[in-house]
């Protein structure tokens, strides 16, 4: 059994976590799938030797001083980097080591920090190679430091489509232009809730006024309707949406790129706090995500949840929500009575706040309209693991599929190797929107979160 | 508002949607379906084998159970502490064998059926079941069953090393051989149990999924209905208890007795797509093998009595991984895409319960399928519409009755 805290995930919510334990003589131990720790916002490059000026200077500071402050702890921190925790109960996990060798790790205080994976939106032509989603192109950009052929259209909603047209650009890419689902009017009217968080806001200005510097299009109430080419991507068809988002067909435009990014925004993962039976329920936009109270406490007492797995809320406040969590642990620990955890506490909650209000402002204005799930036609597929096509979906609903377990018994979605991730958010769409209810389930991840080598068992095995 | 049917089914596993779909083909009745979904559901959880031989001798998937017993039974007499003996074969009885055999013989015309008048395919593949004879006491075991099944010699081929080379190239060098019983194939599991509830909903069944039944209504000696969480009353003249793992709960409500149904969890392990890799399915002393239409192998699968519990524990798991790369070496390379386990509804003589109880009218059993409720549901279904109709029955129903047990326990209680 770890006497030390466990860490699932070493982004900016398990380091925030990992740090704040160390600062106060406690030793941890930190899982993190990649080969460098930061997580997808602040991995930095996998190579050495690049400057990362063209994702911009806040950024840089950022990922400098967090990188700074993890490496002054690193005696205190046990770091299993090219790690997979591929699931787990109430006393153990189950960890891919970089070999792929299984081991069981006993815990018995644990911070899941596992981060979110990207919403897929299904339109004709989707599954088209040069078709990507905003969040890996930008990862692309900023850790593999690869950059995408041609020029690139842009098409979702929210503040990450003019922020990677920036950084694509600042990194001499071409962007075709920016097509934001809503309509301006609708995103001035949240002003008054972004004015509280200054800093964001003014990056927001100087985001589109470098745009409009380098002639890049900002297009507001537009996306994207369909993609087409042959056996790659060659054209892309835009058209005004309404305010439920429900395209006009009649006033299409085309424009001839090599990559689309589509951004519609993020679901957290739930794979593992499904699996170890913590409590769930469901956000505003329809995911699922545990529940935890003002310590990132989950359900269970002994294991807490940070960064956008206890709701999307982005990098910064990932950090925040993971220091939370620790002083929640140093208190259960002894190393903080209550009065030194509330206030240590309430210190990070104060930052918290203006980064919520901020969130719920983009929330408001990013609200996804409720014809998005008409884009897909009888023949696009949705699950691609699978293979299953609207209709069939269509098909399983007019024979009175009210639920998502009865949806994937009769379709066979999500029982391809993602378990569901990529699809999930459409099917979970269709099921409220056909049957009106809240709660139409979520798919149930099982062991393992990812498929593992039959060998991995090797030397479980010879434990048992 | 109340809801009045002529018969209502609790439970749409792949039992209670055989009976459906079977009494709804004529027409006559209104019938209502009743289902919620719990974490343990055997049909979702099954192998979807058709070993109407292979699971009469204790092969399949009930290698483990056997070995397990086996043991158990051994340490009992013995002491702790013995090996497990596989010398001597779990034979189900002749009364078994029957209603196996009979049900396994509808499964072409079924198929044939659910595909033309209803769209749904439940994928019937005719596979075969090979026992996979791994060392002496394989060879012994083997040679026990094909004793004690002359009658069925002709399902019954023994193949040498050569043999079982030529057609199943993946089983490991070291096997002997193995021991084929011909009649023995397979389907998917959850689209036959779909095939069936689509097809009773054409033909006019309703459905009620997600509602959860919280007790039964009587008038006198007879069932009046049942109360659910969710829907409110319904009332019916007769109800069938298919309720699975849960029906022991379900029937002390209706009949104020309960059955000896109970929940045997089984963990099984699901490979990523391959291309074809097994010719049949393989049975061997440590799990059984069934690469299903896609090109997934399915591995399968633990006996354990742990209650409702159906989490996954990680030294089954591997017990299972080890045993499949025994017998197929090449398993060692492919990745592991997921495992789940399911809650077969198990009854202590491995027989289904099915049919009327005494001194309560209008409530049919359709349970304790243990783990053959898949390759059993075709004749369960086709039973049940005869019993409801009060027709003669392709087969004696006697030794699947509730009674059974009742007389169990008065016998025990005269001996005793």
């Known amino acids: ?464 | 508002m109340n809801k009045h049917y002529d018969i209502i089914i609790a439970g749409g596993g792949v039992i209670g949607a055989s009976c459906a779909y079977q009494l709804s083909k004529r027409h006559n009745l209104k019938i209502a379906l009743i289902d919620c979904k719990r974490p343990g559901n055997a049909t979702r959880a099954s192998a979807g084998g058709l070993w109407a031989i292979g699971e009469s001798v204790g092969l399949g998937c009930g290698v483990i159970f056997f070995r397990m017993m086996s043991s158990r039974n051994k340490r009992e007499a013995n002491g702790a502490a013995v090996v497990v003996d596989s010398s001597t074969p779990h034979i189900l009885p002749e009364c078994f064998f029957d209603f196996a055999l009979q049900s396994n013989a509808l499964y072409p015309q079924l198929h044939q059926e659910l595909i033309e008048r209803h769209g749904m395919d439940f994928k019937f593949e005719r596979t075969g079941l090979k026992y996979i004879i791994q060392d002496e006491e394989d060879q012994l075991y083997a040679e026990h069953i094909v004793k004690q099944i002359p009658h069925l010699a002709d399902q019954v081929r023994w193949l040498d090393r050569d043999a079982l080379r030529a057609s199943e190239p993946a089983v490991t060098l070291k096997a002997n051989g193995a021991l084929e019983f011909l009649c023995d194939h397979q389907v998917s599991p959850f689209r036959l149990g779909d095939a069936y509830m689509e097809a009773a909903r054409q033909n006019g069944v309703d459905l009620y999924p997600n509602v959860n039944i919280t007790g039964v209504l009587h008038e006198g000696s007879r069932i009046k209905g049942v109360r659910t969480a969710e829907a409110g009353e319904f009332h019916c003249g007769t109800l069938i208890n298919a309720a699975g793992a849960w029906a022991a709960e379900l029937s002390e409500w209706a009949t104020g007795e309960s059955i000896p149904v109970k929940p045997v969890k089984g963990q099984i392990v699901l490979t990523e797509r391959l291309p074809k890799l097994l010719d049949g399915c393989i049975t061997t002393s440590d799990c059984y093998m069934a690469q299903k239409d896609n090109g997934e192998i399915l591995i399968g699968s633990t006996t354990e009595e742990k209650g409702f519990d159906v989490s996954n524990t990680f030294p089954e798991i591997s017990g299972l991984v080890q045993g499949a790369i025994r017998c197929v070496p090449q398993l060692a390379q492919v990745n592991l895409k997921r495992t789940w386990a399911g809650l077969r509804p198990g009854s202590p003589d491995e027989l289904p319960i099915l049919g009327p109880v005494d001194n309560v009218q209008g409530y049919f059993n359709a349970c304790g399928h243990f783990r053959t409720g898949i390759l059993t549901s075709a004749i369960t279904g086709v039973l049940l519409d005869k019993v409801v109709h009060n027709e003669a029955l392709p087969l004696d129903i006697t030794p699947f009755l509730a009674s059974r047990f009742r007389e169990g326990v008065d016998k025990q209680l005269a001996h005793g």
């Open chain 1, 1 to 464: 059994m770890s006497l030390r805290p466990v860490i699932v995930g070493g982004g900016s919510a398990g380091m925030g976590a990992a740090i704040e334990l160390a600062e106060h003589g406690v030793d941890c131990l930190l899982f993190d799938e990649a080969s460098r720790p930061g997580g997808v916002v602040y991995r930095g490059p996998l190579r050495a030797g690049v400057d990362l000026g063209y994702l911009g200077p806040r950024y840089t500071k950022a990922l400098t001083k967090l990188h700074e402050d993890f490496a002054a702890c690193a005696e205190r921190i046990d770091l299993r980097l090219n790690h997979r925790v591929v699931g787990g109960d109430d006393q153990r996990l189950m960890v891919l080591d970089a070999d792929e060798q299984l081991h069981e790790i006993d815990y018995s205080h644990l911070l899941l920090a596992a981060g979110c994976h990207e919403r897929n939106v299904p339109f004709p032509g989707w599954t088209l190679p040069g078709v990507i989603l905003l969040g890996g192109l930008q990862l692309q950009i900023k850790s593999g430091v690869v950059k995408p052929l041609g020029s690139t259209l842009i098409a979702g909603t929210g503040p990450l489509l003019p922020l990677v047209a920036c950084q694509l650009h600042a990194a001499g890419a071409k962007v075709a232009g920016v097509y934001e689902a809503c309509s301006f009017n609708r995103i001035a009217k949240e002003s008054l809730a972004l004015m509280n968080k200054p800093q964001l806001f003014l990056d927001g200005l100087s985001m589109l006024a470098y745009m409009k510097l380098n002639g890049i299009p900002m297009h507001y109430g537009w996306g994207v309707v369909g993609a087409t080419g042959d056996g790659e991507l060659q054209e892309v068809q835009v058209a005004p949406y309404t305010q439920d988002w429900q395209p006009d067909m009649t006033r299409v435009q085309r424009e001839h790129v090599r990559t689309l990014a589509v951004g519609y925004g993020f679901i957290p993962r739930t794979q593992l706090s499904q699996q170890l039976g913590l409590a769930h329920g469901f956000s505003e936009d329809g995911y699922l995500r545990a529940e935890c109270n003002v310590w990132q406490q989950s359900s269970q007492p002994n294991i807490h949840l940070a960064g956008d797995m206890a709701g999307i809320r982005g990098g910064e406040a990932a950090m925040l929500t993971g220091r939370i969590a620790a002083v929640s642990m140093l208190q259960q620990m002894g190393k903080l009575d209550a009065e030194q955890a509330i206030e240590r506490r309430e210190r990070f909650l104060g930052k918290l706040a203006a980064i919520k209000r901020f969130r719920s402002g983009v929330e408001r204005y990013t609200a996804r309209g409720a014809a998005q799930i008409q884009l897909p036609q009888a023949d696009t597929v949705i699950c691609r693991c699978e293979n299953v096509t609207r209709e069939q979906i269509d098909l399983a609903l007019e024979q009175g599929v009210e639920d998502m377990a009865s949806l994937k018994m009769r379709t066979r979605v999500s029982m391809g190797d993602c378990q569901g991730r990529m699809c999930v958010g459409y099917c979970s769409d269709r099921l409220r929107s056909a049957t009106g209810r809240k709660d139409v389930g979520w798919l149930r991840p099982r062991f393992p979160v990812d498929p593992i080598p039959f060998s991995a068992f090797e030397q479980l095995g010879t434990e048992a």
